[in-house]
């Protein structure tokens, strides 16, 4: 049987809820059909390991739009298995073909799996079937190892601490959140973990693991952790699987122009599996948290309904560790020459990134709160400072 759609959007994540708004913002009528491998509908995933660990309530996690009242077919449980660009046609798994005019592919990402532990029960956290697994699972867990050091593991670590777990946190990094923090502040976070009752194994790698009785072992290049259960965040890789198979151009995800577009006639693509040319930043990147996918999803659907402006934007993203924060901007890369300027070290201050011309790339905003404007100003402006330490005091820290 075929379907007929205007719209097609492949994915069922924020990015996809997002594109559904950002075409009823101009396409009030257009047929959209939704396509996702989940069983329920969108929702918006920071709170998996933010809020329903500090008393907010599942129902909260759900996106606002009415799917009945905004027209949209919405297919739960369905994989799409291949895209036909020529043909505008995608086939999913039990044979059922979805022609449309313009097509999103909002694929996400699939967590990365580790190999040294294939040989016990691990929980790769990412969904919201995986909360529920967690929350069963961990009832009776006392000891928790979490593997993974980013934000992910370091945020889940937090929320199990503050569930009374005791937590081995195992990172091959010297510190927390290595690939982003400069290496005194990452190695500070990792200390910071420590004080509140995490056991931080920084420069630790699983090797392997087994299990005896209800029990599992992890081993380590530092020795054997035991531990009741085994959470792992390492990080995802983008899901270009159908991208792919139809011939999509694909670098660190699918390729797509500042209209969002892919080099399939109207294929278009966003979210964590988009990797998106950024003129202000020069380059192509990919940007995997909440704030990209909700504004380069609407901008999607605006562009898929007839928008002609180009998706020209720099999404921030944010971190709650314990009682410390941040909000970023850009390319925060810990590759990159940080800067800070501290009011407080490794408290309060603002961490700027350089590229090789001493032009600001990123923006740190560690608890320094309401500067995301401003930050966003200075990257887009490509000034370019003599040296690089001028750039302290480019964000005032005291308003």
């Known amino acids: 049987m075929a379907l007929q759609y205007r719209y097609l959007i492949v994915g069922g994540g924020m990015t996809a809820d997002a594109a559904v708004a950002g075409i009823r913002s101009l396409d009030p009528d257009g047929s959209i059909a939704l396509i996702s491998e989940e069983p329920f509908p969108p929702y918006n995933r920071p709170?998996?390991?933010?809020?329903?660990?500090?008393?907010?309530?599942?129902?909260?996690?759900?996106?606002?739009?009415?799917?009945?009242?905004?027209?949209?077919?919405?297919?739960?449980?369905?994989?799409?298995?291949?895209?036909?660009?020529?043909?505008?046609?995608?086939?999913?798994?039990?044979?059922?073909?979805?022609?449309?005019e313009r097509c999103l592919l909002a694929t996400g990402g699939t967590p990365i799996r580790l190999r040294q532990l294939s040989a016990v029960p691990t929980m790769y956290y990412r969904s919201l079937h995986d909360y529920f697994w967690l929350q069963r699972h961990a009832l009776n867990?006392?000891?928790?190892?979490?593997?993974?050091?980013?934000?992910?593991?370091?945020?889940?670590?937090?929320?199990?601490?503050?569930?009374?777990?005791?937590?081995?946190?195992?990172?091959?990094?010297?510190?927390?959140?290595?690939?982003?923090?400069?290496?005194?502040?990452?190695?500070?976070?990792?200390?910071?973990?420590?004080?509140?009752?995490?056991?931080?194994?920084?420069?630790?790698?699983?090797?392997?693991?087994?299990?005896?009785?209800?029990?599992?072992?992890?081993?380590?290049?530092?020795?054997?952790?035991?531990?009741?259960?085994?959470?792992?965040?390492?990080?995802?890789?983008?899901?270009?699987?159908?991208?792919?198979?139809?011939?999509l151009k694909i670098g660190d995800g699918i390729e797509v122009d500042q209209g969002l577009m892919t080099g399939a006639p109207d294929v278009y693509a966003a979210g964590d599996v988009a990797s998106v040319y950024s003129r202000p930043l020069g380059r192509h990147w990919r940007v995997e948290h909440e704030d990209n996918a909700n504004?380069?999803?609407?901008?999607?659907?605006?562009?898929?309904?007839?928008?002609?402006?180009?998706?020209?934007?720099?999404?921030?993203?944010?971190?709650?560790?314990?009682?410390?924060?941040?909000?970023?901007?850009?390319?925060?890369?810990?590759?990159?020459?940080?800067?800070?300027?501290?009011?407080?070290?490794?408290?309060?201050?603002?961490?700027?990134?350089?590229?090789?011309?001493?032009?600001?790339d990123g923006v740190l905003l560690w608890n320094a709160w309401d500067r995301v404007d401003r930050a966003r100003a200075l990257i887009e402006s490509r000034k370019t400072f003599t040296e690089a330490d001028d750039v302290r005091g480019q964000i005032a820290l005291e308003d």
């Open 47 to 100: 709170p998996l390991s933010k809020a329903l660990f500090k008393g907010d309530r599942v129902e909260q996690i759900w996106r606002t739009l009415n799917y009945e009242e905004q027209g949209v077919d919405l297919f739960l449980t369905t994989r799409a298995t291949a895209l036909n660009p020529d043909g505008h046609t995608v086939t999913d798994s039990t044979g059922r073909v979805f022609h449309y």
């Open 295 to 360: 504004v380069q999803g609407e901008a999607a659907g605006r562009i898929m309904a007839g928008a002609t402006a180009p998706y020209d934007y720099l999404p921030f993203f944010y971190s709650d560790l314990f009682d410390l924060g941040f909000e970023a901007v850009g390319r925060v890369d810990s590759r990159l020459r940080a800067v800070a300027d501290w009011a407080e070290p490794f408290r309060q201050g603002i961490v700027y990134y350089l590229d090789d011309g001493n032009h600001v």
């Open 141 to 247: 867990a006392r000891e928790v190892a979490v593997v993974g050091g980013g934000f992910i593991g370091s945020e889940m670590a937090a929320a199990l601490t503050l569930q009374k777990k005791h937590v081995h946190q195992i990172v091959p990094e010297t510190g927390l959140i290595g690939r982003v923090l400069p290496s005194e502040l990452s190695e500070n976070v990792a200390d910071y973990y420590r004080e509140q009752g995490v056991d931080v194994h920084t420069d630790t790698s699983v090797t392997g693991a087994r299990k005896e009785g209800n029990r599992i072992h992890l081993e380590t290049d530092r020795g054997e952790i035991v531990v009741d259960l085994v959470v792992a965040g390492v990080g995802i890789r983008p899901r270009i699987e159908l991208a792919e198979l139809a011939g």
